[in-house]
């Protein structure tokens, strides 16, 4: 059974840095594309990372060179790097798995989540 938890959130200001880590106990995370996602306040939960099973990646426009996904299969685990974040920025962050052929952008195509993470960034 895949269950994924995810962490690292927490409070920055403007400008700073967090890595979120994203871990199955199952230690299956290797057969699935793995994304992260985000859901600000009142807002839609929106895409902002891929990383397919091979080590492709996608990003969302706003990411703007700032943030960098990357897996371990070795280590079960799917992080994402931030770096310069903005207070925009501030959301929920969820890991999430797909095991479709390919990796995509629509969270309906991701089976598996995580219970979410909370990043606030300050101005």
């Known amino acids: 059974q895949v269950q994924m938890v995810e962490s690292g959130g927490g409070s920055v200001q403007a400008g700073g840095s967090l890595r979120l880590s994203c871990a199955d106990s199952?230690?299956?995370?290797?057969?699935?594309?793995m994304a992260w996602f985000r859901q600000a306040a009142g807002k839609e939960r929106e895409f902002v990372a891929v990383i397919s099973r091979i080590g492709a990646t996608d990003y969302a426009d706003f990411v703007k060179g700032r943030f960098t996904i990357s897996r371990d299969n070795a280590m079960n685990t799917a992080n994402l790097e931030m770096n310069g974040l903005e207070p925009e920025d501030t959301a929920v962050y969820y890991c999430a798995a797909s095991p479709r052929l390919q990796p995509t952008r629509v969270s309906s195509d991701y089976d598996y989540w995580g219970q979410g993470t909370q990043v606030t960034v300050s101005s």
């Open positions: 199952s230690r299956a995370l290797y057969r699935f594309h």
